[in-house]
């Protein structure tokens, strides 16, 4: 990770900014083939995309990367409204595709009926190529190590191949060694390394 001077004055009394440049692999998967069904671990609920379930989406989201590393990379991660903006973006997207499109939930019997959202995953899919971008895929932090993670990707991808796709990517942040790895176990490959710039406080 090189970081360099920002050539920009900050406003009076603001923190010195750096650009600083975060290294990313944009990862493959291969979906000519039906993928394998997802795994669903006990007491978790997988809900199909509904508009009216953007702000959880959009919650889950900042939940998910606002103390991770990512957030230093795209800044929309840092607060709730940047996510809310995020998503809205994503749905009106041409492309985006409800099938590639989940959000994980904690059943709590505690009070009864009550869901704890704690994952989200979406997809977009470009019709001219058959190729799907997966976005964002997040997990909250007291639900990780669980499988939510791999059932909300099966999920996405299996929605991917039933919409026609030939192939689906992502983007990941090369020191997110878990990440990596969980997406190298379910068969994504690293395809080409990417450089994403960013404005981070001076000396971090």
Not at 134 to 148: A, C, F, K, L, M
């Amino acid at each position: 990770m090189a970081t360099y001077p920002n050539e920009v004055a900050g406003a009076r009394g603001a923190s010195p900014m750096a650009w600083t440049y975060f290294k990313r692999y944009r990862m493959e998967i291969d979906l000519v083939e039906k993928p394998p069904e997802p795994v669903f671990p006990p007491n978790y609920r997988f809900l199909p995309w509904r508009d009216e379930l953007l702000m959880h989406h959009a919650r889950v989201k900042f939940q998910s990367f606002r103390q991770e590393i990512d957030a230093n990379v795209f800044a929309c991660f840092t607060h709730e409204d940047g996510c809310r903006r995020l998503m809205e973006a994503i749905r009106r997207k041409p492309g985006f595709l409800p099938e590639a499109t989940w959000l994980a939930a904690f059943k709590d019997d505690s009070p009864p009926g009550r869901l704890e959202y704690c994952g989200t995953i979406q997809g977009i899919l470009d019709l001219d190529t058959r190729v799907g971008a997966i976005q964002n895929v997040g997990v909250t932090p007291g639900h990780r190590n669980r499988g939510i993670g791999s059932a909300l990707l099966m999920l996405a991808l299996n929605g991917f191949h039933e919409a026609g796709a030939i192939r689906a990517f992502l983007e990941v942040t090369a020191e997110n060694e878990g990440a990596i790895q969980l997406y190298e176990r379910l068969g994504f490959a690293i395809v080409r390394t990417v450089y994403k710039v960013a404005d981070v406080p001076a000396g971090r």
